[in-house]
């Protein structure tokens, strides 16, 4: 079993930053990579950003340049910079990582971008 705890969602304006973090917990050895998936309202979840164990990342076409995705592997914690926001990055926030054949999910963050 895995746990994933994301925290920093929040209220910005247009052209603002915010820091997503994603905390991992119990078999994290198991853990092959990490990433981030949004999910607007009436829309599939998309991927955003991800980073493997050796720290390749690959991003989303539309949040390059603007995002960046990081690991502190003595933390076992994930982050995203998340900067120049725009409205259509309103969606929720869910971090992700496969493990032992099962992908596992935190609960989610909101992040909301006013215009």
């Known amino acids: 079993q895995v746990q994933l705890v994301e925290s920093g969602g929040g209220l910005v304006q247009a052209g603002g930053s915010l820091r997503l973090s994603c905390s991992a917990s119990g078999r994290i050895s198991n853990i092959l990579a990490m990433g981030w998936y949004r999910q607007a309202p009436g829309k599939e979840r998309e991927m955003v950003a991800v980073i493997s164990s050796g720290g390749t990342t690959d991003y989303a076409d539309s949040v390059k340049g603007r995002f960046t995705i990081s690991a502190d592997n003595a933390k076992h914690t994930v982050y995203l910079q998340m900067s120049s926001l725009k409205p259509e990055d309103t969606a929720m926030y869910y971090c992700?990582?496969?493990?032992?054949?099962?992908?596992?999910w935190g609960q989610g963050t909101q992040v909301t971008v006013s215009s």
């Open positions: 992700a990582a496969p493990a032992g054949g099962i992908g596992y």
